[in-house]
Protein backbone atom coordinates (compact mmCIF):
# COMPACT_ATOMS: atom_id res chain seq x y z
CA UNK A 1 0.00 0.00 0.00
CA UNK A 2 1.00 3.24 -0.60
CA UNK A 3 2.59 5.66 2.30
CA UNK A 4 1.51 8.57 3.03
CA UNK A 5 3.52 11.73 3.00
CA UNK A 6 3.88 13.04 6.49
CA UNK A 7 1.72 16.65 7.16
CA UNK A 8 3.82 19.81 6.80
CA UNK A 9 4.87 20.97 10.13
CA UNK A 10 2.77 23.61 11.56
CA UNK A 11 3.18 27.26 10.50
CA UNK A 12 5.03 29.32 13.76
CA UNK A 13 2.60 30.77 16.11
CA UNK A 14 1.33 34.30 15.65
CA UNK A 15 2.75 35.18 19.13
CA UNK A 16 6.49 34.59 18.33
CA UNK A 17 6.33 37.22 14.80
CA UNK A 18 4.99 39.79 16.86
CA UNK A 19 7.42 39.60 19.23
CA UNK A 20 10.21 39.53 17.30
CA UNK A 21 8.65 42.93 15.77
CA UNK A 22 8.52 44.26 19.05
CA UNK A 23 12.24 43.41 19.50
CA UNK A 24 13.40 44.76 16.78
CA UNK A 25 11.37 48.04 16.69
CA UNK A 26 12.64 48.56 20.75
CA UNK A 27 16.42 47.79 19.09
CA UNK A 28 15.73 49.97 16.70
CA UNK A 29 14.39 52.86 19.11
CA UNK A 30 16.91 52.68 21.47
CA UNK A 31 19.75 52.77 18.74
CA UNK A 32 18.01 56.15 17.59
CA UNK A 33 18.13 57.55 20.68
CA UNK A 34 21.50 56.31 21.94
CA UNK A 35 23.30 57.54 18.44
CA UNK A 36 23.26 60.79 17.03
CA UNK A 37 23.18 60.67 13.12
CA UNK A 38 25.33 63.73 12.37
CA UNK A 39 28.80 64.71 13.67
CA UNK A 40 29.02 67.46 16.46
CA UNK A 41 29.54 70.05 13.82
CA UNK A 42 27.50 73.56 14.66
CA UNK A 43 24.48 73.87 12.65
CA UNK A 44 24.54 76.06 9.81
CA UNK A 45 28.35 75.97 10.12
CA UNK A 46 28.61 75.33 6.06
CA UNK A 47 27.00 78.93 5.61
CA UNK A 48 28.37 81.53 3.80
CA UNK A 49 28.48 84.49 6.23
CA UNK A 50 29.90 84.68 9.50
CA UNK A 51 26.89 86.42 11.25
CA UNK A 52 25.01 83.38 9.96
CA UNK A 53 27.41 80.75 11.53
CA UNK A 54 27.24 82.74 14.98
CA UNK A 55 23.61 82.67 15.01
CA UNK A 56 22.53 79.50 16.49
CA UNK A 57 24.79 80.54 19.48
CA UNK A 58 23.45 83.45 19.76
CA UNK A 59 20.19 81.79 19.79
CA UNK A 60 20.93 79.21 22.54
CA UNK A 61 22.62 81.65 24.74
CA UNK A 62 19.43 83.54 24.97
CA UNK A 63 16.91 80.37 25.11
CA UNK A 64 19.38 79.18 28.21
CA UNK A 65 19.68 83.27 29.31
CA UNK A 66 15.80 83.42 29.38
CA UNK A 67 14.41 79.94 30.58
CA UNK A 68 17.08 79.57 33.92
CA UNK A 69 15.51 82.46 35.87
CA UNK A 70 11.83 82.32 34.71
CA UNK A 71 11.98 78.16 35.48
CA UNK A 72 13.53 79.19 39.22
CA UNK A 73 10.54 81.68 39.26
CA UNK A 74 7.87 79.80 38.42
CA UNK A 75 8.79 76.47 40.66
CA UNK A 76 9.53 78.75 43.53
CA UNK A 77 6.18 81.05 43.35
CA UNK A 78 3.93 78.73 41.69
CA UNK A 79 4.68 75.59 43.07
CA UNK A 80 6.26 76.32 46.19
CA UNK A 81 9.41 74.51 45.79
CA UNK A 82 12.43 75.94 47.45
CA UNK A 83 15.16 78.58 45.91
CA UNK A 84 17.75 75.84 45.88
CA UNK A 85 15.24 72.70 44.76
CA UNK A 86 14.08 74.93 42.39
CA UNK A 87 17.53 76.10 40.95
CA UNK A 88 18.75 72.52 40.73
CA UNK A 89 15.91 71.50 38.42
CA UNK A 90 15.67 75.16 36.63
CA UNK A 91 19.66 74.55 35.87
CA UNK A 92 18.89 71.03 34.60
CA UNK A 93 15.91 71.43 32.72
CA UNK A 94 16.88 74.83 30.77
CA UNK A 95 20.99 74.83 31.12
CA UNK A 96 21.51 71.99 28.40
CA UNK A 97 19.48 74.10 25.81
CA UNK A 98 23.17 75.59 25.27
CA UNK A 99 23.35 72.22 23.61
CA UNK A 100 20.86 72.79 20.80
CA UNK A 101 23.63 74.04 18.25
CA UNK A 102 25.87 70.92 18.10
CA UNK A 103 24.69 68.10 20.44
CA UNK A 104 20.61 68.17 20.78
CA UNK A 105 20.40 64.66 21.53
CA UNK A 106 22.54 64.13 24.20
CA UNK A 107 21.03 67.62 25.62
CA UNK A 108 18.08 65.39 25.25
CA UNK A 109 19.13 62.89 27.57
CA UNK A 110 19.87 65.20 30.05
CA UNK A 111 16.77 67.44 29.71
CA UNK A 112 14.18 64.51 29.23
CA UNK A 113 14.71 62.80 32.58
CA UNK A 114 15.38 66.51 34.16
CA UNK A 115 11.77 67.04 33.39
CA UNK A 116 9.80 63.85 34.79
CA UNK A 117 12.16 64.22 37.67
CA UNK A 118 10.77 67.61 38.35
CA UNK A 119 7.38 65.95 37.45
CA UNK A 120 7.55 63.59 40.44
CA UNK A 121 8.92 66.72 43.10
CA UNK A 122 6.27 69.08 42.40
CA UNK A 123 3.71 65.85 43.35
CA UNK A 124 5.03 66.36 46.74
CA UNK A 125 4.20 70.37 47.24
CA UNK A 126 1.20 71.64 47.16
CA UNK A 127 0.23 73.78 44.40
CA UNK A 128 -2.49 76.45 43.22
CA UNK A 129 -5.67 74.75 41.99
CA UNK A 130 -4.80 75.93 38.11
CA UNK A 131 -1.11 74.97 38.37
CA UNK A 132 0.01 72.84 35.06
CA UNK A 133 1.39 69.09 35.48
CA UNK A 134 3.54 67.26 34.60
CA UNK A 135 4.88 69.58 32.64
CA UNK A 136 5.06 72.92 33.51
CA UNK A 137 4.95 75.83 30.98
CA UNK A 138 8.79 76.96 31.06
CA UNK A 139 9.35 73.03 30.63
CA UNK A 140 6.84 72.75 27.51
CA UNK A 141 7.92 75.51 25.79
CA UNK A 142 12.19 75.11 26.40
CA UNK A 143 10.95 70.89 25.31
CA UNK A 144 9.70 72.63 22.02
CA UNK A 145 12.79 74.42 20.88
CA UNK A 146 14.22 70.84 22.04
CA UNK A 147 12.72 68.93 19.76
CA UNK A 148 12.90 71.76 16.96
CA UNK A 149 16.75 71.66 17.78
CA UNK A 150 16.36 67.46 16.72
CA UNK A 151 14.54 67.90 13.92
CA UNK A 152 16.46 69.79 12.28
CA UNK A 153 19.70 67.60 13.46
CA UNK A 154 18.19 63.93 13.25
CA UNK A 155 17.28 61.30 11.17
CA UNK A 156 13.15 60.52 11.18
CA UNK A 157 13.96 57.23 13.36
CA UNK A 158 15.38 59.25 16.19
CA UNK A 159 12.58 61.41 16.28
CA UNK A 160 9.98 58.78 16.10
CA UNK A 161 11.67 57.61 18.87
CA UNK A 162 11.72 60.61 20.53
CA UNK A 163 7.97 61.17 20.45
CA UNK A 164 7.43 57.64 21.62
CA UNK A 165 9.56 58.68 24.72
CA UNK A 166 7.87 61.52 25.72
CA UNK A 167 4.43 60.56 25.08
CA UNK A 168 4.45 57.20 27.22
CA UNK A 169 6.01 59.88 29.73
CA UNK A 170 3.40 61.64 29.55
CA UNK A 171 0.71 59.16 29.77
CA UNK A 172 2.57 57.26 32.60
CA UNK A 173 2.04 60.56 34.74
CA UNK A 174 -1.02 61.04 33.99
CA UNK A 175 -2.07 57.57 35.16
CA UNK A 176 -0.03 58.02 38.22
CA UNK A 177 -1.59 61.00 39.45
CA UNK A 178 -5.00 61.36 37.03
CA UNK A 179 -6.82 64.03 39.23
CA UNK A 180 -3.61 66.12 39.20
CA UNK A 181 -3.18 66.23 35.15
CA UNK A 182 -4.56 68.67 33.23
CA UNK A 183 -4.01 67.93 30.06
CA UNK A 184 -0.20 69.04 29.36
CA UNK A 185 0.69 65.96 28.57
CA UNK A 186 -0.92 65.14 25.61
CA UNK A 187 -0.68 69.11 24.65
CA UNK A 188 3.21 68.83 24.38
CA UNK A 189 2.84 65.23 22.51
CA UNK A 190 0.55 67.01 19.58
CA UNK A 191 2.24 69.78 19.68
CA UNK A 192 5.83 68.23 19.32
CA UNK A 193 4.35 66.16 16.45
CA UNK A 194 3.73 69.08 14.79
CA UNK A 195 7.50 70.92 15.09
CA UNK A 196 8.84 68.05 14.72
CA UNK A 197 7.26 67.29 11.19
CA UNK A 198 8.20 71.07 10.43
CA UNK A 199 11.57 70.99 11.58
CA UNK A 200 11.96 67.48 9.34
CA UNK A 201 10.74 69.04 6.23
CA UNK A 202 13.25 71.75 6.66
CA UNK A 203 16.00 69.85 6.95
CA UNK A 204 15.21 67.03 4.23
CA UNK A 205 14.34 70.13 2.20
CA UNK A 206 18.16 71.41 2.61
CA UNK A 207 19.31 68.02 2.11
CA UNK A 208 17.89 67.62 -1.08
CA UNK A 209 18.57 71.12 -2.15
CA UNK A 210 22.67 70.23 -1.16
CA UNK A 211 22.29 66.69 -3.14
CA UNK A 212 20.97 68.21 -6.04
CA UNK A 213 23.70 71.09 -6.35
CA UNK A 214 26.20 67.98 -5.79
CA UNK A 215 24.34 66.22 -8.88
CA UNK A 216 24.48 69.43 -11.20
CA UNK A 217 28.38 70.03 -10.09
CA UNK A 218 28.73 66.39 -11.05
CA UNK A 219 26.42 66.58 -14.36
CA UNK A 220 28.53 69.63 -15.43
CA UNK A 221 31.82 68.01 -14.56
CA UNK A 222 31.01 64.56 -16.62
CA UNK A 223 29.26 67.03 -19.97
CA UNK A 224 32.51 68.86 -19.66
CA UNK A 225 34.56 66.11 -19.66
CA UNK A 226 32.82 64.11 -22.24
CA UNK A 227 32.89 67.00 -24.47
CA UNK A 228 36.71 66.61 -24.21
CA UNK A 229 36.82 63.57 -25.48
CA UNK A 230 34.74 64.15 -28.14
CA UNK A 231 36.48 66.54 -29.42
CA UNK A 232 39.61 64.64 -28.91
CA UNK A 233 38.06 61.92 -30.88
CA UNK A 234 36.78 64.22 -33.42
CA UNK A 235 40.48 65.23 -34.06
CA UNK A 236 41.84 62.00 -34.09
CA UNK A 237 39.74 61.32 -37.03
CA UNK A 238 40.36 64.48 -39.09
CA UNK A 239 44.34 63.52 -37.92
CA UNK A 240 43.57 60.05 -39.77
CA UNK A 241 42.75 61.77 -42.93
CA UNK A 242 45.72 63.80 -42.83
CA UNK A 243 48.49 60.54 -41.81
CA UNK A 244 46.61 58.28 -44.70
CA UNK A 245 47.40 60.90 -47.27
CA UNK A 246 51.10 61.16 -46.45
CA UNK A 247 50.80 57.37 -45.99
CA UNK A 248 49.41 56.87 -49.69
CA UNK A 249 52.08 59.32 -51.35
CA UNK A 250 54.76 57.08 -49.55
CA UNK A 251 53.20 53.36 -50.80
CA UNK A 252 52.56 55.32 -54.35
CA UNK A 253 56.24 56.86 -54.47
CA UNK A 254 57.17 53.30 -52.86
CA UNK A 255 55.94 51.22 -55.89
CA UNK A 256 56.81 53.69 -58.21
CA UNK A 257 60.70 54.51 -57.40
CA UNK A 258 61.65 51.30 -59.70
CA UNK A 259 60.10 52.53 -62.94
CA UNK A 260 61.21 55.82 -62.56
CA UNK A 261 64.81 55.09 -61.10
CA UNK A 262 66.59 53.03 -63.46
CA UNK A 263 69.88 50.88 -62.59
CA UNK A 264 68.44 49.99 -59.39
CA UNK A 265 69.99 46.45 -58.02
CA UNK A 266 68.25 44.02 -56.63
CA UNK A 267 68.30 44.57 -52.81
CA UNK A 268 67.20 48.36 -53.72
CA UNK A 269 64.23 46.93 -55.46
CA UNK A 270 63.58 44.65 -52.34
CA UNK A 271 64.10 47.91 -50.12
CA UNK A 272 61.48 49.75 -51.82
CA UNK A 273 58.88 46.87 -51.71
CA UNK A 274 59.40 46.47 -47.93
CA UNK A 275 58.94 49.94 -47.60
CA UNK A 276 55.65 49.90 -49.82
CA UNK A 277 54.43 46.68 -47.95
CA UNK A 278 54.59 48.67 -44.87
CA UNK A 279 53.02 51.53 -45.79
CA UNK A 280 50.09 49.22 -46.76
CA UNK A 281 50.03 47.51 -43.83
CA UNK A 282 49.76 51.13 -42.27
CA UNK A 283 47.27 52.12 -43.61
CA UNK A 284 45.11 48.72 -43.23
CA UNK A 285 45.77 49.23 -39.65
CA UNK A 286 44.24 53.03 -39.95
CA UNK A 287 41.28 51.72 -41.82
CA UNK A 288 40.25 49.85 -38.91
CA UNK A 289 40.92 52.32 -36.25
CA UNK A 290 38.70 54.67 -38.16
CA UNK A 291 36.18 52.34 -38.50
CA UNK A 292 36.08 52.16 -34.49
CA UNK A 293 36.74 56.13 -34.70
CA UNK A 294 33.65 56.43 -36.88
CA UNK A 295 31.20 53.57 -35.80
CA UNK A 296 29.00 56.47 -34.39
CA UNK A 297 29.73 59.10 -37.21
CA UNK A 298 28.01 60.61 -39.82
CA UNK A 299 28.39 60.84 -43.48
CA UNK A 300 29.92 64.11 -43.09
CA UNK A 301 32.25 63.28 -41.41
CA UNK A 302 33.73 61.04 -44.07
CA UNK A 303 33.78 64.24 -46.47
CA UNK A 304 37.36 66.25 -46.95
CA UNK A 305 38.41 68.24 -43.97
CA UNK A 306 38.40 71.96 -44.97
CA UNK A 307 40.73 74.18 -43.96
CA UNK A 308 41.63 78.42 -44.69
CA UNK A 309 40.62 78.17 -48.39
CA UNK A 310 36.96 77.93 -47.27
CA UNK A 311 37.42 80.65 -44.47
CA UNK A 312 35.52 83.27 -46.65
CA UNK A 313 32.55 81.02 -47.49
CA UNK A 314 32.70 80.19 -43.85
CA UNK A 315 32.45 84.26 -43.02
CA UNK A 316 29.87 85.00 -45.87
CA UNK A 317 27.59 81.99 -44.18
CA UNK A 318 27.68 83.89 -40.51
CA UNK A 319 27.20 87.15 -42.64
CA UNK A 320 23.82 85.82 -44.02
CA UNK A 321 22.77 84.93 -40.63
CA UNK A 322 22.61 88.32 -39.15
CA UNK A 323 26.37 88.91 -37.86
CA UNK A 324 28.43 91.42 -39.30
CA UNK A 325 31.94 89.90 -39.84
CA UNK A 326 34.97 91.47 -41.19
CA UNK A 327 37.63 88.83 -42.64
CA UNK A 328 41.50 89.55 -43.09
CA UNK A 329 43.20 86.84 -45.08
CA UNK A 330 46.47 87.40 -46.97
CA UNK A 331 46.81 85.87 -50.73
CA UNK A 332 49.22 83.08 -51.27
CA UNK A 333 48.72 81.59 -47.34
CA UNK A 334 49.11 78.53 -48.99
CA UNK A 335 51.08 75.25 -48.13
CA UNK A 336 50.47 74.94 -44.42
CA UNK A 337 50.44 71.39 -42.99
CA UNK A 338 47.25 69.69 -42.83
CA UNK A 339 46.42 70.01 -39.03
CA UNK A 340 47.17 74.04 -38.63
CA UNK A 341 45.34 74.49 -41.52
CA UNK A 342 42.10 72.42 -40.01
CA UNK A 343 42.87 73.64 -36.68
CA UNK A 344 42.96 76.95 -37.95
CA UNK A 345 39.22 76.79 -39.87
CA UNK A 346 37.37 75.25 -36.65
CA UNK A 347 39.20 77.69 -34.56
CA UNK A 348 36.87 80.77 -36.55
CA UNK A 349 34.43 78.40 -37.08
CA UNK A 350 33.66 77.71 -33.33
CA UNK A 351 34.65 81.48 -32.17
CA UNK A 352 31.84 82.56 -35.10
CA UNK A 353 29.47 79.94 -33.48
CA UNK A 354 30.07 81.39 -29.65
CA UNK A 355 29.67 84.99 -30.92
CA UNK A 356 25.79 84.19 -32.78
CA UNK A 357 25.18 82.50 -29.69
CA UNK A 358 26.20 84.71 -27.52
CA UNK A 359 26.50 88.20 -28.25
CA UNK A 360 24.31 88.26 -31.38
CA UNK A 361 24.49 91.67 -33.97
CA UNK A 362 27.77 92.20 -32.43
CA UNK A 363 30.68 93.44 -35.27
CA UNK A 364 33.37 90.75 -35.88
CA UNK A 365 36.46 91.00 -37.23
CA UNK A 366 38.29 87.93 -38.15
CA UNK A 367 41.90 87.77 -38.90
CA UNK A 368 44.45 85.54 -39.95
CA UNK A 369 48.16 86.36 -40.90
CA UNK A 370 51.85 84.34 -40.91
CA UNK A 371 54.96 85.73 -40.46
CA UNK A 372 56.85 82.55 -41.33
CA UNK A 373 56.95 80.67 -38.08
CA UNK A 374 53.90 80.67 -36.58
CA UNK A 375 50.66 81.07 -37.57
CA UNK A 376 48.07 83.90 -36.15
CA UNK A 377 44.14 83.42 -35.53
CA UNK A 378 42.70 86.29 -33.97
CA UNK A 379 38.62 86.76 -33.78
CA UNK A 380 37.54 90.12 -31.94
CA UNK A 381 33.77 91.26 -31.55
CA UNK A 382 32.29 94.09 -29.68
CA UNK A 383 29.36 94.03 -27.45
CA UNK A 384 26.29 92.80 -28.11
CA UNK A 385 23.33 95.22 -29.60
CA UNK A 386 20.82 96.13 -27.44
CA UNK A 387 18.61 98.16 -29.86
CA UNK A 388 15.45 95.26 -30.22
CA UNK A 389 14.26 92.06 -28.28
CA UNK A 390 14.99 89.60 -31.94
CA UNK A 391 18.92 90.19 -30.36
CA UNK A 392 18.39 88.94 -27.52
CA UNK A 393 21.48 85.97 -26.54
CA UNK A 394 20.49 82.54 -27.27
CA UNK A 395 22.68 81.71 -24.36
CA UNK A 396 22.64 84.14 -21.50
CA UNK A 397 25.30 81.56 -20.06
CA UNK A 398 28.30 79.61 -21.17
CA UNK A 399 29.54 76.29 -19.95
CA UNK A 400 33.15 76.49 -21.98
CA UNK A 401 32.43 73.43 -23.52
CA UNK A 402 33.74 75.27 -27.05
CA UNK A 403 37.04 76.40 -25.72
CA UNK A 404 37.81 73.22 -24.61
CA UNK A 405 37.59 72.41 -28.28
CA UNK A 406 39.95 74.99 -28.77
CA UNK A 407 42.12 74.28 -26.81
CA UNK A 408 42.50 71.18 -27.86
CA UNK A 409 43.27 71.86 -31.22
CA UNK A 410 45.89 74.53 -30.03
CA UNK A 411 47.51 71.89 -28.10
CA UNK A 412 47.42 69.25 -31.02
CA UNK A 413 49.57 71.87 -33.13
CA UNK A 414 52.15 72.71 -30.05
CA UNK A 415 50.58 76.49 -30.02
CA UNK A 416 48.89 78.65 -27.52
CA UNK A 417 45.76 80.20 -26.96
CA UNK A 418 44.86 83.17 -25.31
CA UNK A 419 41.05 84.08 -24.91
CA UNK A 420 38.83 86.41 -22.48
CA UNK A 421 36.49 89.03 -22.56
CA UNK A 422 37.45 92.64 -23.70
CA UNK A 423 37.09 96.17 -21.39
CA UNK A 424 33.97 97.60 -23.74
CA UNK A 425 32.20 94.34 -23.21
CA UNK A 426 33.66 92.46 -26.39
CA UNK A 427 35.45 89.32 -26.44
CA UNK A 428 38.57 87.90 -28.12
CA UNK A 429 40.08 84.83 -28.89
CA UNK A 430 43.65 84.40 -30.18
CA UNK A 431 45.30 81.22 -31.47
CA UNK A 432 48.97 81.29 -32.29
CA UNK A 433 49.95 78.02 -34.29
CA UNK A 434 53.71 76.87 -35.05
CA UNK A 435 54.74 76.08 -38.93
CA UNK A 436 57.58 74.24 -39.74
CA UNK A 437 60.17 75.20 -41.34
CA UNK A 438 60.42 76.01 -45.05
CA UNK A 439 62.02 73.11 -46.75
CA UNK A 440 65.38 73.58 -48.84
CA UNK A 441 65.24 74.59 -52.64
CA UNK A 442 66.87 71.00 -53.92
CA UNK A 443 64.47 69.06 -51.53
CA UNK A 444 61.66 71.15 -52.76
CA UNK A 445 62.83 69.97 -56.26
CA UNK A 446 63.25 66.20 -55.71
CA UNK A 447 59.55 66.62 -54.41
CA UNK A 448 58.24 67.66 -57.41
CA UNK A 449 60.29 66.01 -59.81
CA UNK A 450 58.57 62.97 -57.35
CA UNK A 451 55.11 63.96 -57.49
CA UNK A 452 55.26 64.76 -61.85
CA UNK A 453 56.40 60.70 -62.08
CA UNK A 454 53.74 58.42 -63.60
CA UNK A 455 52.15 56.92 -60.53
CA UNK A 456 48.56 54.33 -59.61
CA UNK A 457 45.45 56.17 -58.60
CA UNK A 458 45.91 57.25 -54.84
CA UNK A 459 43.27 55.92 -52.09
CA UNK A 460 41.64 58.72 -51.00
CA UNK A 461 42.00 59.35 -47.16
CA UNK A 462 38.36 59.25 -46.55
CA UNK A 463 37.89 55.77 -47.92
CA UNK A 464 40.45 54.71 -45.55
Known sequence: ?????????????????????????????????????????????????????????????????????????????????????????????????????????????????????????????????????????????????LLLALALRETRRTLVSVWLATGAAGLFLHLIRPERSNGSALLLAILGAVVLVIGAAVRERGVAQRRLAEQETISEAERAQRTLLEERTRIARELHDVVAHHMSVITVQADSAPYRLGGLSDEVREEFDSIAASARESLGEMRRLLMVLRSEGTEAERAPQPGLDRLQQLV????????????????????????????????????????????????????????????????????????????????????????????????????????????????????????????????AGASAGASAAPASPLPRPEDS
Open 1 to 145: MPTSSPPPPPPPPTTDGLLSAARRNLREIAHGLSHPSHPPTPLLADAPRRWQRLMPYVVVLALAAVFVPVTIADLRDQYGLNGGVAGALAVAQAAPLLMLAHRPLQAWWIIFPADILGAFVMLGHPVEKYAVWPWTPPVLIGYLF
Open 316 to 443: EATVRAGLPAELSLPAGLTGLPQTVDLSAYRIVQEALANVVRHAPGARTRVSVSSDGAHLTVLIVNDPPERTGSSLAPLETTGTGHGLVGMRERVRLTGGTLDTGPLPDGGFRVAARLPLPPAAPPSS
